[in-house]
């Protein structure tokens, strides 16, 4: 057992999906799995292993922010033996061929938080990447089953801050950032770290040119497209193994 996951070595798979919300963690659990069990409760912070199609898959809440999912990064990849974890969250796009309920995998993931600069003692700005094999794979799967213009890949904003009016969102539009979520610049330093593969991929839940959104139980419940993307990856990535 670790710090903030309560499960026993063993009872968390290989490739973890790793949504935000845990309610989304309960939701896939229940929607798509077999054979479920709970391992993880504390802090209220769920955590799941099923079968997706004979394949073991966990699915882990991260929390809101960097810090939280580096923590649950670091816990699933350094005393659980994880090695790939797959975000799965929400985004409000920041640029207007980006539309509410398109898709984007973050390439990469550029942040204002000063956490990956102090990793390395303030000494460069470390460019958090994605793990190209887990990208390709999600983003050809992601193409049978989306029109291709509801498909995006790119610069994302892990932004430290949830209401940040100082920032200026169109600038970073225009250098290519196409939505803001926060999380994926700290899941892909941890998972540099520990030489493990990490993939971020956001609904667009909102969008802060339009101001179009949707609502909560939306982003908890309906945003399947996503979650099949996710959990299909998963299966091709373990029958690459």
């Known amino acids: 057992m670790s710090v903030h996951i309560n499960a026993e070595k063993g009872a968390i798979a ?6 935000g919300d845990p309610l989304r963690a309960k939701f896939i659990a229940e929607t798509f799995l ?24 966990s699915v882990q809440g991260s929390g809101m922010g960097i810090p939280s999912a580096m923590i649950y990064a670091e816990e699933l990849y350094q005393s659980y033996d994880v090695d790939t974890i797959i975000r799965i969250g929400s985004a409000g796009a920041m640029k207007e061929s980006v539309k509410v309920r398109d898709i984007v995998f973050g390439q990469g993931a550029t942040t204002d938080s ?18 190209f094999t887990v990208l390709d794979t ?34 970073l539009a225009r250098y290519g950032v196409l939505a803001v979520e926060m999380e ?6 941890v998972a540099a770290k520990h030489q493990r593969r990490a993939l971020a991929m956001c609904t667009i839940s909102d969008h ?27 299966v091709k990535l373990s029958e690459a193994k």
Do not use: C, W
């Open 14 to 19: 290989p490739i973890v999906l790793f949504p």
């Open 34 to 57: 077999e054979d479920v069990t709970q391992y993880n409760t504390v802090r209220n912070m769920f955590g799941y292993t099923g079968t997706y199609q004979g394949v073991a898959i």
């Open 114 to 131: 000063a956490i990956l600069t102090n990793i390395f003692d303030q000494q460069v700005h470390y460019s958090a990447i994605a793990d």
């Open 138 to 171: 999600a983003y050809h799967i992601a193409q049978t089953m989306l029109p291709k213009e509801n498909i995006h890949v790119g610069n994302v904003l892990s932004s430290d801050r949830f209401y940040n009016e100082e920032m200026d969102k169109m600038k």
């Open 184 to 189: 994926a610049a700290g899941l892909y330093a």
């Open 208 to 234: 802060i040119i339009t101001g179009e959104e949707t609502t909560a139980q939306e982003r908890e419940q309906t945003f399947t497209q996503m979650m099949e993307i996710a959990l299909q990856t998963a």
